[in-house]
C-alpha cells in the first residue's frame, strides 16, 4: 500500500509539471504583463558574487576574501567537454535544441520518477535553472513556475547557447559553500575545474540537484548512488561507454572532506590588508558597499608582501627564541596566579618607498589576532634617543659637542610626577663629560636627559613625528622629562617608518602594503601614489647616520653587526625592569624594527638568565634577519656626513639640573630612592614614565 501511495503522489507531482508544459504554450495575459512584453526584452542577470584575491609581490596568491559564496568564474572555453557533457546529461539532455523549456524533457523526467519510486530528475531546463537563480527565487507556485518558463524562453531570445551555459556552470551551486564549477572542482577535489576527469565531473554533475543531501562529506552512500546516476545518463546520451562509465565509477573516489586550496585572510599581513580594504572609502561610500566590494566584487588586490623576507624575518625569530607556538614562558602573573608568555615583532619599511614587505606580527594569527606590529604601541628605552639626537643635529649641535652624563641625575619638575624627577645610567654606563657621539654609543641616560631638556622637548616630539611616529600625548609622545629615555608608546611599525626616514637622507616615504585594486574586469580603481616628503635635512640625517652606524660597530650594538661587509645603523632600547627591550636599525636598502616583550601586559621578560636588553636577542634577532635579507646585494656604503665643527660644554640651567647640588645619599636633603619601574612613574605625566636601561 505504501509503494502505491509513494507511486500516487510522484504521478501527481509529474502531472503538474506536464501541466505546466501545456499552460506554456497559451499563456494568461495576466501572466504575461507581470512578465513583461510577449516580444523579446532584456533580463536583468545580476552580477555574480566573486571571491576576491589577494596578491603577493611576486604574484602568488596570498590569500582570499570570501564570504558565503565561494565563486570564481572561469571562461566555457576553458572547461573539459567531459565536464559539460556530465552536467548536459544530468541537468538537461535536450539544451542544445530547446528554446527555453523542454516539453520532452518534462516527459522524460516523468517516466523516470515513476520508475525510480521518487523524484529522481527534474523537469527544468539550464535555461529555466538559471531564471530561477538569477531572477525569481526558489518560490514553488503555478504562477512563479510558468513565469519561470516565459522568461526561459525570452532569455534564449537574449543570449547565446554558450552564454547561457557559461553563466550556469559559474553561478550553480554544489554545496560546501562552492558556487560554480571552478569553486567546487576545488572543494571536492583540490584541484582546478579544467583538470576534472570525467568521473569526478559526474559526481560534481549529481550533486546540483540537491547539494545537501547529496554532500559527499557528510552522505558518502548517497553521493556514490549519485555518481551512479550521472554515469548512466552519460551513457544514455552517448557521453560515456558503458564500459568506460564502468571504470569511472571505480576511480573515483569519494571526497571524504572539503579542501581549502585557497588560503583565506588569515594571516597578519592579509588580514591588515583585509581591514585597510573594508576602511577605504574609494570602494564604496558605506561599510556595507565595501563589504560586498571586497567579499563579493571579485576585487585583485596587489600587495607588497615579500614571502621570502617573511621567511627570512620568522626564521630569524624562531632561531634566538625559545619558542614553541610563537610565544616563550615568561613566569606567573603573581596577582592571578596565571602563566605569562612573551613573543616578539619584526617588520621593514623600505625607506626609497615606504613599501612593507612582511609583518611577524605575533605568535599566529590564528590564536592571537592581535597585530604586535601595528597595534601594540610600547615604550621604546633607547631607541627613542635616536629622535633626541636628530633634534641636536638639527639644531645645528655637534657630534662632538661636550655634554654631562654623570650620574645619578635630579631635574627639577615642578608640573610633573615625580619632582624632583631622577635618571639613572643603567649598569653603570657612563662617560662622564664626553662628546655627544660617545654619549650615544653607551647609551647614557643622564646625557640623554639633559640634551633633552637642552634642544627642547616639545622640539623632540615634533622630530619624531615628523620623522613616521603617529603616537599622540595619549600614548605618553609628551615634553616629560623622561621623553629622551623612551616613555612613550609607539608601535614597531612607526619606529621602522622613523629611522627609514633617517635612511632615506630625511624623506619621510608613508608606509603602505597595497599596491594597486583592480576590479573584475582589470579596471584599475586605485593605485598607490608615492608621497615622498623630504622632512628633515640630508645633513641632518647623515650625521644621524654616521652616529648610529658606529653604534652597531662600537657601541651598544655590535650584535647586529652584520659582518658582511655593508654597513649598518641602529639603536637598542630596554625599557626598565626588562619589560619591553627593541633593536631598531637600517641599511640604505631597508629599515627594521624588532621587539620583544610581554603579550597582553608589561613585566620583567628574562631569557637567558637575565633580565633581556635590546642589545642582547633583539640585536641578534635583527643581524640575523638583516644578513639573510641582504644576502646577494650588492654592498651599498651611506652616504658621508659632513664634518661639523664641535667642542663646546652643553649644560641644562642650574635651576632644572640639580644633581651638582646634591648632598650625598644618605644625608639630610639627598635626594629620595630611586621609584620602583612601573608603579609611580605613569607614562603621559609630565616628567613621568619609566626610564631607560641601555
Not at 560546501?176 to 570525467?198: C, S
Not at 652597531?552 to 647586529?560: D, N, Y
Not at 627591550?581 to 597582553?600: H, K, N, Q, S
Request: hydrophobic letters at 40%.
Amino acid at each position: 500500500m505504501r509503494i502505491y501511495s509513494r507511486l500516487a503522489l510522484v504521478v501527481i507531482a509529474s502531472g503538474v509539471v506536464l501541466a505546466l508544459a501545456v499552460g506554456a504554450m497559451a499563456v494568461p495575459a495576466r501572466l504575461l504583463d507581470k512578465a513583461g512584453s510577449g516580444d523579446p526584452g532584456p533580463i536583468s542577470l545580476r552580477p555574480l558574487a566573486q571571491r576576491s584575491y589577494i596578491y603577493a609581490a611576486d604574484g602568488s596568491v596570498l590569500a582570499v576574501l570570501r564570504e558565503e559564496e565561494n565563486r570564481q568564474s572561469v571562461p566555457l572555453d576553458t572547461i573539459p567537454q567531459h565536464v559539460i557533457s556530465a552536467i548536459l546529461a544530468v541537468e538537461d539532455a535536450g539544451f542544445w535544441v530547446h528554446d527555453g523549456f523542454d516539453v520532452r524533457g518534462m516527459l522524460r523526467a516523468f517516466r523516470a520518477n515513476v520508475e525510480e519510486g521518487g523524484i529522481s530528475q527534474g523537469g527544468s531546463t539550464i535555461t529555466q535553472q538559471l531564471i530561477k537563480l538569477d531572477v525569481l527565487g526558489n518560490e514553488q507556485t503555478l504562477d512563479r513556475k510558468v513565469e519561470e518558463i516565459v522568461l526561459a524562453s525570452r532569455l534564449e531570445k537574449m543570449m547565446t547557447k554558450d552564454e547561457i551555459l557559461d553563466r550556469y556552470i559559474n553561478t550553480v551551486y554544489f554545496g560546501n559553500h562552492a558556487y560554480g564549477i571552478q569553486a567546487a572542482a576545488e572543494t571536492y577535489f583540490g584541484i582546478n575545474a579544467h583538470d576534472l576527469n570525467p568521473g569526478q565531473a559526474a559526481l560534481l554533475a549529481g550533486l546540483i540537484r540537491n547539494p545537501v543531501s547529496y554532500n559527499p562529506v557528510r552522505f558518502p552512500e548517497r553521493a556514490a548512488a549519485r555518481l551512479d546516476v550521472a554515469l548512466e545518463r552519460l551513457v544514455d546520451v552517448g557521453a560515456l561507454t558503458e564500459s568506460e562509465a564502468a571504470v569511472w565509477k571505480q576511480l573515483t573516489p569519494i571526497p571524504n572532506a572539503v579542501h581549502n586550496v585557497l588560503p583565506r585572510a588569515n594571516d597578519y599581513f592579509a588580514s591588515a590588508v583585509e581591514q585597510q580594504l573594508l576602511a577605504d572609502k574609494r570602494l564604496g561610500a558605506t561599510p556595507e558597499e565595501r563589504f560586498n566590494a571586497v567579499y563579493f566584487g571579485g576585487l585583485k588586490v596587489f600587495t607588497t608582501y615579500s614571502p621570502q623576507a617573511q621567511a627570512q624575518a620568522q626564521a630569524a625569530r624562531d632561531q634566538n627564541l625559545p619558542l614553541v607556538n610563537g610565544v616563550f614562558p615568561a613566569g606567573t602573573d603573581p596577582a592571578t596566579g596565571k602563566p605569562r608568555f612573551g613573543s616578539a615583532a619584526i617588520v621593514s619599511v623600505d625607506p626609497k618607498t615606504g613599501a612593507i614587505p612582511y609583518m611577524v606580527a605575533g605568535p599566529g594569527f590564528q590564536n592571537y589576532k592581535y597585530n604586535l606590529v601595528t597595534q601594540n604601541k610600547r615604550q621604546t628605552g633607547s631607541s627613542f634617543k635616536t629622535f633626541v639626537l636628530a633634534t641636536a643635529m638639527e639644531r645645528n649641535y655637534s657630534p662632538d659637542d661636550q655634554i654631562d652624563g654623570t650620574g645619578p641625575c635630579l631635574f627639577n619638575n615642578p608640573s610633573g610626577t615625580p619632582n624632583p624627577y631622577p635618571a639613572e645610567n643603567f649598569g653603570g654606563a657612563t662617560r662622564g663629560v664626553a662628546n655627544i657621539t660617545t654619549q650615544t654609543l653607551g647609551s647614557v641616560n643622564c646625557a640623554y636627559v639633559r640634551l633633552g631638556l637642552i634642544v627642547g622637548l616639545n622640539n623632540v616630539v615634533n622630530m619624531a613625528q615628523r620623522l613616521g611616529v603617529r603616537s599622540t600625548a595619549a600614548d605618553g609622545l609628551a615634553a616629560n622629562q623622561s621623553l629622551p629615555l623612551g616613555s612613550a608608546g609607539v608601535t614597531p611599525l612607526d619606529m621602522a617608518s622613523a629611522y627609514a626616514t633617517l635612511a632615506n637622507d630625511g624623506v619621510y616615504n608613508p608606509p603602505y602594503i597595497i599596491n594597486k585594486v583592480e576590479d573584475r574586469n582589470g579596471r584599475v580603481i586605485f593605485q598607490h601614489q608615492p608621497a615622498p616628503k623630504p622632512v628633515i635635512s640630508p645633513r641632518t640625517a647623515r650625521l644621524v647616520t654616521e652616529i648610529l652606524r658606529q653604534n652597531v660597530t662600537s657601541g651598544t650594538g655590535t650584535a647586529a653587526a652584520l659582518g658582511t661587509g655593508q654597513p649598518a645603523a641602529g639603536k637598542t632600547g630596554t625599557h626598565t625592569g626588562s619589560y619591553d627591550a627593541w633593536f631598531v636599525g637600517y641599511t640604505p636598502y631597508l629599515a627594521t624594527a624588532v621587539w620583544i616583550g610581554g603579550l597582553g601586559a608589561q613585566f620583567t621578560i628574562r631569557l637567558g638568565g637575565a633580565g633581556i636588553t635590546g642589545g642582547s636577542y633583539p640585536a641578534r634577532i635583527w643581524g640575523d634577519f638583516m644578513r639573510a635579507w641582504h644576502a646577494g646585494r650588492p654592498i651599498v656604503q651611506f652616504a658621508g656626513a659632513p664634518r661639523v665643527p664641535g667642542g663646546r660644554m652643553l649644560a641644562v640651567p642650574p635651576s632644572i639640573d640639580l644633581s651638582a647640588r646634591q648632598p650625598p645619599p644618605g644625608q639630610p636633603g639627598a635626594p629620595p630612592p630611586r621609584p620602583q619601574p612601573g608603579r609611580d612613574r605613569r607614562p603621559g605625566r609630565p616628567g613621568g614614565g619609566p626610564g631607560d636601561q641601555d
